[in-house]
C-alpha cells in the first residue's frame, strides 16, 4: 500500500471520528527496512518514523537526518536499561517506558541533559505475562512515581494481545489516559489503525500495509 493510500484511509478515519484534521500522527515504522524502501518515504515527503532497535536506529538514522534534518525517530520497541543514554540522544520520542527501573534511568538522564524526549508509558492491556508494561492496577501509583521523578510522561501506549479483538484494549488505555489527565495514546498498528483512530489515538504505528514485508534474515 502506497503512502498516500495510507494517509487517505488515516484521514477518513479523523473525519469519520469527527477528530481535527491532522490530530493522529502516522509513525511509519521503518525497522529491518532497507535504506531504499526508507528514502522513499522520506522523498515522498513523510517525516516520522518508528524504529525497535537502538542498534539499528543509530547505524541509519545520522545519515537520513544529514539529508532530512526535520524527521523524527521515536523509539517502539523494548528498551535496555543500558541503552538509554544512547536512545534519549537519538530518539524524539520512547513509547517503550514500562518499568520502574528505566524510569529512574531516564530521570537521571533527563536531570543530566536538561532535556528529555517526548515519553508513553506502555500498559500491557492484557495481563500477558511474557508482554513488557505496567499492569493496568498499576499505572496510576508509577506514573506518580514518575511524576515525583520530574518525569512528564504525555501518554500511553499499548499492543493489544494477538488474536484479540483490539477495541477493547484501545478503550481500556483512552480511559487510563483520561484518568490520568495524558493526552497522547499510541495505539493501532496497519490491521487495525482505524479502529485505533475512533477511539482516541495521537499515534499509530503502520510498517507492513506500508513498507511490505521485512526480511529478518
Known amino acids: ?3 498516500t493510500e ?3 484511509r488515516l484521514a477518513a478515519a479523523t473525519a469519520a471520528a469527527g477528530r481535527a484534521p491532522g490530530s493522529v500522527t502516522l509513525l511509519a515504522v521503518s525497522k529491518l527496512q532497507p535504506d531504499e524502501k526508507v528514502l522513499a518515504v ?4 513523510h517525516r ?15 545519515g537520513f537526518r544529514a539529508e532530512f534534518p526535520d524527521a523524527a525517530v521515536h523509539m517502539i520497541g523494548p528498551l535496555q536499561t543500558n541503552k538509554a543514554k544512547q ?4 530518539f524524539d520520542a520512547v513509547h517503550t517506558l514500562d518499568r520502574p527501573s528505566l524510569a529512574d534511568k531516564l530521570a537521571k538522564l533527563a536531570q543530566a541533559r536538561g532535556s528529555s524526549p517526548d515519553l508513553f508509558v506502555q500498559v500491557n492491556t ?5 508482554k513488557a508494561g505496567i499492569l493496568p492496577e498499576a499505572l496510576d501509583a508509577f506514573l506518580k512515581d514518575c511524576r515525583a521523578m520530574d518525569l512528564t510522561p504525555m501518554g500511553l501506549m ?5 488474536g484479540e479483538d483490539s477495541a477493547p484494549h484501545f478503550r481500556q488505555l483512552a480511559g487510563m489516559a483520561a484518568r490520568n489527565g495524558l493526552t497522547g495514546l499510541s495505539m493501532g498498528m496497519s490491521g487495525d489503525f482505524e479502529s485505533a483512530i475512533a477511539l482516541g489515538a495521537t499515534h499509530v504505528r503502520v510498517g507492513s500495509a506500508l513498507f511490505g514485508a521485512r526480511s529478518y534474515v
Open 126 to 130: 492484557g495481563s500477558e505475562p511474557q
Open 158 to 162: 499499548c499492543i493489544p494481545p494477538e
Open 6 to 8: 495510507i494517509r487517505t
Open 42 to 45: 522520506l522523498r515522498a515527503g
Open 1 to 3: 500500500m502506497s503512502l
Open 48 to 62: 516520522v518514523f518508528g524504529e525497535n532497535y537502538v542498534q539499528e536506529a543509530a547505524g541509519k538514522w545520522p
Open 87 to 90: 536512545a534519549v540522544e537519538l
